[in-house]
C-alpha cells in the first residue's frame, strides 16, 4: 500500500511544504494520550468533578494547539535534493538534502529519512537560513538510479502528532558497473592489430618505433646511425631531415583494446564487471586503452586521462 501510493506522488525538481502535500497522524504518544483523556473525561462526567472536567479539556486544547505549531513548524519550507557523485554498483551514494526557510520563524526538530528507513536525522532551520542533510543510500545496480523519496517530518512540539511531507526528486543518478574484486591481468598483447601484433608499437608523437625525426639542437648520441647511414653517404650536408633519434621523453606504449570478447565470460554483467576493472587498471598504469562492448554498439577509440577514464566508465554503466 506504501509502494502504491507513493507512486502516485509526482516527480518534481524542488518542493515546497503547503496544506496540500502536508499530512497528519497522531503518533503512539498522541494514541495513549487521547485514550487517558477519554478515561479522564469518563471519570469526571460519573464523579461529577469539575476539576476533572478541567484537566481534561486544558490537556485536549494543548493537543489540539500543538497541531497548528507543527505545522507552522513546516508550512513554506522548500526541498531540493541534489544528485551524488557518480559511484559504483553496490556502494553508498551520498544524496545531499537542501533545507530552505524563507520566513523570519526558526524550524525546530526537523526528521529527514528515506521513505523506506525508520533512522532519522534531525535538524534545526534558524529564520531565513537553510541547512544540508546527508543521506545515503545504495547503489544496487548499474546505469541510471532515481533518488530516494524523501520524507520531513516534524512531532513539535508536545510529540503527540506526527507531520510530515514526501519530496520525490525528478533527478537520477548515474551509477558505474560494479568492478570485478581479483581481475585477471590486462591483455597487454591485444592490441588493435590482434594478438601478439606490435603495429601499434609508437610515440605519444605518433610515429613508429619509439623514434622521431632529428630536430636541431638534439644530442649526436640519440642519433639512430644505423637507419641514418645511407643518408649520410649521399646527402651528408642537406641530409638532416633523414636522421632519426630515439624519443626518450616518449615511449613507445601500446594501444590497447578492452573487449567484451577478451574476457572470457558468458554473462553481459560479469563482463561489464570485468571490463571496468580493466580501466581502472589501465588508467592507473597511464595506459592508452580503447574500449568495445560485446555488441559492438560501443566503441571508444584509444585515449588516457581521466576523461577518458569517465567516458569509458559511462559507456560501461549505460551499455
Not at 553508498?92 to 532519522?120: C, F, K, M, T, W
Amino acid at each position: 500500500m506504501r509502494l502504491w501510493w507513493l507512486g502516485k506522488l509526482a516527480h518534481s525538481s524542488t518542493h515546497t511544504i503547503t496544506r496540500r502535500n502536508l499530512y497528519l497522524l497522531p503518533t503512539r504518544a498522541g494514541c495513549m494520550l487521547g485514550l487517558t483523556l477519554l478515561v479522564l473525561l469518563v471519570a469526571s462526567i460519573n464523579f461529577q468533578l469539575n476539576l476533572g472536567f478541567l484537566l481534561t479539556f486544558m490537556l485536549t486544547g494543548a493537543a489540539l494547539v500543538s497541531i497548528g505549531i507543527g505545522y507552522r513548524n513546516l508550512l513554506g519550507l522548500q526541498l531540493s535534493l541534489h544528485a551524488p557523485q557518480t559511484q559504483f554498483a553496490g556502494q553508498a551514494l551520498r544524496v545531499e538534502l537542501r533545507i530552505d526557510n524563507p520566513s523570519r520563524r526558526a524550524r525546530y526538530a526537523l526528521g529527514v529519512r528515506h521513505y523506506q528507513d525508520e533512522d532519522y536525522s534531525m535538524t534545526d532551520v534558524g529564520a531565513q537560513a537553510s541547512t544540508t542533510v546527508q543521506l545515503a543510500v545504495l547503489a544496487q545496480q548499474r546505469g541510471w538510479q532515481p533518488l530516494p523519496a524523501v520524507v520531513v517530518e516534524t512531532r513539535f512540539p508536545l510529540g503527540v502528532f506526527r507531520m510530515w511531507t514526501v519530496f520525490r526528486s525528478s533527478e537520477n543518478a548515474l551509477v558505474y558497473p560494479s568492478p570485478e574484486a581479483h581481475p585477471p591481468p590486462l591483455p597487454l598483447g591485444i592490441t588493435d592489430a590482434g594478438i601478439g601484433s606490435s603495429v601499434s608499437l609508437r610515440a605519444a608523437s605518433g610515429e613508429f618505433d619509439g623514434v622521431r625525426g632529428y630536430r636541431r639542437g638534439d644530442p649526436l648520441k640519440l642519433v639512430v646511425w644505423k637507419k641514418a647511414a645511407s643518408a649520410m653517404a649521399t646527402e651528408m650536408g642537406t641530409g638532416s631531415s633523414q636522421f632519426v633519434v630515439r624519443d626518450n621523453q616518449h615511449q613507445a606504449q601500446q594501444d590497447l583494446w578492452l573487449d567484451a570478447s577478451h574476457t572470457g565470460l558468458a554473462e553481459r554483467e560479469a563482463q561489464l564487471s570485468r571490463l571496468t576493472a580493466w580501466v581502472l587498471a589501465a588508467d592507473q598504469q597511464s595506459l592508452r586503452y580503447g574500449l568495445r562492448t560485446q555488441t559492438g554498439s560501443v566503441e571508444i577509440t584509444p585515449d588516457a586521462g581521466a576523461e577518458h577514464r569517465l567516458a569509458c566508465l559511462r559507456a560501461l554503466a549505460l551499455a
